[in-house]
């Protein structure tokens, strides 16, 4: 059984399948029923604001030294290692998966709290990793309903959902043994969760695009924060403290038919951009002996 509080956030002890999955297993797992639409990129400004809510994982981004992946830095190579490390979670071979992992825990290993750090924190702390592949799969069941196929969220995908964790450090016993146990985690975690005002100020700049070229983040800026507040379920909203009328919810509505609309009728290279584009551009990385992030 495994248990944990995540800077005064409880996360529900929830009992781990049985068997429990080796690393070996886990590294050698499929992901295909894990189908990553591409147009669901349109909501990653959305996920990373999820991810970061919970307070370790928002200042250690914050304060991270590790400029080479810090987004308004390097907005180009940050979206390019996290829409890597997806593809490769979920579409990865085992070599791929093991070869990200070491990447990133290089990456992580610079990652740590200081004594001048308002909330403690390590990136290969595990419950930190749980909660940054509950974030990625949740939105993976939320792109379902609005780009995919809601027939494809089930027990045996949710179960596929742990390489979203397992790709990094987190063993795979940690992952809730079953979707319903999930969901527990999730309400709970997501109820304790406080935003201050450093991390909001944030992830307001990332929901506007401001990491971005400052003529293009001042054109698309609103078009950013509309979108992204969007796709935030209703909780992260009110914690941001955004609103979000009847009208919006229409206007967003529309925008995603339309976007699903287009979506259907493109080759399926195309449907699958960026993520397949990304995976090829790992292995290419990996056979050259280049750095992956």
């Known amino acids: 059984m495994t248990s944990g509080i995540i800077d005064g956030t409880s996360a529900r002890a929830v009992e781990p399948l049985a068997p429990v999955w080796t690393r070996d297993q886990a ?22 604001i999820m991810q970061l809510s919970l307070p ?30 997806l593809a490769v979670a979920v579409n990865g071979t085992p070599a791929d998966r093991k070869a990200y992992r070491k990447a990133v825990g290089h ?17 290969f702390d595990p419950t930190l990793q749980l909660w ?17 196929d809601p027939e494809a969220i089930t027990e045996e995908a949710y179960q596929q959902g742990a390489l979203m964790g397992t790709t990094l450090q987190m063993p795979r ?13 999730w309400d709970t975690t997501v109820a304790g969760l406080e935003i201050d005002d450093t991390i909001r100020d944030l992830l307001l700049s990332i929901s506007k695009f401001e990491f971005l070229p400052r003529p293009l983040s001042f054109v698309i800026g609103g078009y950013g924060l509309f979108v992204t507040t969007g796709f935030l379920p209703s909780e ?23 976007a699903r609309a287009v979506a259907t009728r493109l080759p399926q290279p195309l449907r699958a951009f960026p993520f397949n584009t990304y995976l090829w551009d790992v292995r290419r990385r990996i056979k050259a002996g280049k750095p992956l992030t």
């Open 27 to 48: 590294d050698s797992a499929s992901g295909d029923l894990l189908e990553m639409p591409g147009i669901s990129a349109l909501a990653g400004a959305a996920n990373v």
């Open 56 to 85: 370790a994982v928002g200042y250690g981004v914050a304060e991270s030294k590790v400029d080479s992946g810090n987004l308004f830095k390097r907005p180009v190579k940050r979206a390019r290692t996290t829409l890597a490390y």
């Open 107 to 123: 990456s992580h290993s610079q990652v740590k709290s200081t004594d001048a750090s308002p909330v403690k924190y390590n990136a």
């Open 132 to 148: 940054v592949a509950a974030c990625l799969y949740k939105g993976w069941e939320d792109m379902q309903y609005l780009y995919g």
């Open 173 to 185: 016993d940690m992952w809730p043994a079953t979707r319903a146990d999930f969901q527990v985690y």
């Open 236 to 258: 992260f909203r009110d914690k941001m403290g955004l609103e979000w009328s009847d009208r919006d919810q229409r206007v967003f509505d529309v925008h995603n038919r339309i």
